[in-house]
């Protein structure tokens, strides 16, 4: 099956930093990146994804990057705040609607 | 409102006590799963669901039982839990095809086995 690394498992930033989130991929066969946010005690709603024909997405301060002959796909949030504060996931999901999540990374946001 | 919901929220119980955590979405998906959420793991799916009557295993199935009997119903079911399944379950369901492939989540269960 595929397996989804994610790096790194706790970011703090200034506000007003940007903040990166990096993950790769085994299987090439994966066509579909989606990333959640998790707050706390809710569950993870997806902010941003990208299918394998794409590049790059952007959607106001949040961006994905996707690089599929090196198999690694990056969230990119610019010009943070306070409530980008939360927990996000990483997930690759191919043909058969199997979804696979990475480990997560704690994201703080300091005032 | 568009939602997946999830009971209990919260469940304390001992080992060996059968359980069952509902999941019950109004969106008209056709696609369910159940994930399980553990510190450093990430979230794992446990089994889903493509359709009514049509079931299939995850990445981690041991311990546990689902049944899609109507569209919008996906219960995981503990025959004999053990401690080691004490985790943050979460339910989903999406659309099968099109292009959207968000999952939409249920706001979590909580299970301690003791």
């Known amino acids: 099956g595929e397996n989804v690394e994610q790096h790194p498992s706790t970011l703090s930033?200034?506000?007003?930093?940007?903040?990166?989130?990096?993950?790769?991929?085994?299987?090439?066969?994966?066509?579909?990146?989606?990333?959640?946010?998790?707050?706390?005690?809710?569950?993870?709603?997806?902010?941003i994804d990208i299918r394998s024909n794409v590049g790059e997405k952007k959607d106001q301060r949040i961006a994905v990057?996707?690089?599929?002959?090196?198999?690694?796909?990056?969230?990119?949030?610019?010009?943070?705040?306070?409530?980008?504060?939360?927990?996000?996931?990483?997930?690759?999901?191919?043909?058969g609607d199997q979804f696979y999540f990475g480990t997560g990374t704690s994201l703080t946001v300091i005032p | 409102e568009a939602q997946v919901t999830q009971n209990p929220r919260y469940l304390i119980t001992v080992t060996g006590k059968k359980l069952t955590v509902t999941c019950s979405q109004n969106m008209n998906h056709e696609y369910m799963s159940w994930y399980r959420q553990d510190p450093g793991l990430g979230l794992r799916q446990i089994y889903y669901s493509m359709n009514v009557e049509v079931t299939d295993k995850g990445?981690?199935?041991?311990?546990?039982?689902?049944s899609r009997k109507e569209?919008?119903?996906?219960?995981?079911?503990?025959?004999?839990?053990?401690?080691?399944?004490?985790?943050?379950?979460?339910?989903?369901?999406?659309?099968?095809?099109?292009?959207?492939?968000?999952?939409?989540f249920g706001e979590g269960s909580r299970l301690t086995v003791l």
């Open chain 2, 59 to 66: 990445d981690v199935p041991e311990g546990y039982k689902v």
């Open chain 1, 65 to 95: 990057t996707l690089n599929k002959t090196a198999k690694h796909f990056s969230l990119h949030i610019t010009e943070t705040q306070p409530e980008d504060s939360a927990v996000y996931f990483c997930a690759a999901s191919y043909p």
């Open chain 1, 13 to 47: 930033v200034q506000e007003g930093d940007s903040a990166v989130i990096k993950c790769t991929y085994s299987d090439s066969a994966s066509n579909y990146f989606p990333w959640y946010k998790q707050e706390l005690g809710k569950g993870p709603q997806l902010i």
């Open chain 2, 71 to 104: 569209k919008r119903n996906f219960p995981l079911i503990l025959e004999s839990p053990s401690p080691n399944q004490t985790s943050l379950y979460f339910c989903a369901s999406r659309p099968s095809g099109g292009l959207s492939g968000e999952l939409f």
